[in-house]
């Protein structure tokens, strides 16, 4: 079984908890996620199957979109409802006039400092862990970038909104930002992932759906096949000798290249290229060097009905 599965994580639940859950599920032990969600968080958990877990770069750093909940007026020591307070609670609670330039300030490209309850390591160990023994984890600011922040409702103390941003970007952090930039504090209430890259919740199966259709034996349902992964990047048609040589890891020259579908670009260009038989079949990824003009592998999977190496 090889492809992606697009699961839409129940509140209460880890990542992991939810790999670990799958692989149970479908007797398949080569199962990852492409981007964690917090326990808190809701929606679009992007799960990789069999050969798709090699993606998980390519598939992590896609640009995500958050709906949640900031309510104001408390810190907390995780940045979101299930810390414990940090401070006094702010008795008053800015208008809508204060809280709108802030939250267009926040906006760009940022230097965003990781929560001390996260995943991050340092010197070996998790922040969280640290955090935990009641000591202040040294945590590096991380450059992200916010394309979109905003309110859709505010009925204090609490902000409905909405978020577009790069990959590696934490909205705990956000809303403790912008409780500290407010003067009230504040902390992540509800949060819910609606888009990871190319996928939305629409495409979503909650993990009750994904069993039922798996003891029906219709995993074809939920599991989106390997050929299909990463069908928003140009890609390149390989002839039997191109395919040949990439499958044996070696570079792929342009004579043997069929067919170039570009995504709108003039000419072949240094990004990453879904490389495919001649029958449509994922064959792998490769980068494209206008130097040496060549391309060269970056993931090369292992298909049924694999070319013999030429003498």
Known sequence: ??????????????????VLKLRKLLGEKRIGHAGTLDPLATGVLIITVGQATRLFPFLSRADKTYTGQITLGQATDTYDSLGNPVGEKCQWYPDLRLVEPVVESMTGEIE??????????????????????????ELKPVKIEIHRFLILNYHPPEISFQIECSSGTYIRSIAHELGQKLGCGAHLSGLRRIVAGAYS?????????IEELQRAKLSCRFLIPLDYVLSGQPAVWVDPAGRADFEHGQNLR??????????????????????????????????????????????????????????
Do not use: C
């Open 1 to 18: 079984m090889d492809g992606l599965i697009i699961v839409d994580k129940p509140a209460g639940w880890t990542s992991h908890d939810v």
């Open 112 to 137: 965003q400092l990781p929560p001390p309850f996260s995943a991050k390591k340092i010197n070996g160990q998790r922040a969280f862990e640290l955090a935990r023994k009641g000591q202040t984890p």
């Open 201 to 209: 919740e629409d495409e979503a199966f909650d993990l009750e759906q």
């Open 254 to 311: 342009l004579e043997h290249l069929t067919r170039i579908d570009l995504h709108q670009k003039s000419q072949l260009v240094p990004v990453i290229y879904r490389v495919l038989a001649d029958d449509n079949r994922l064959l792998g990824l490769a980068r494209f060097n206008p130097q040496e003009k060549i391309l060269q592998p970056e993931v090369v999977f292992q298909r049924q009905g694999e070319l013999p190496k030429p003498l």
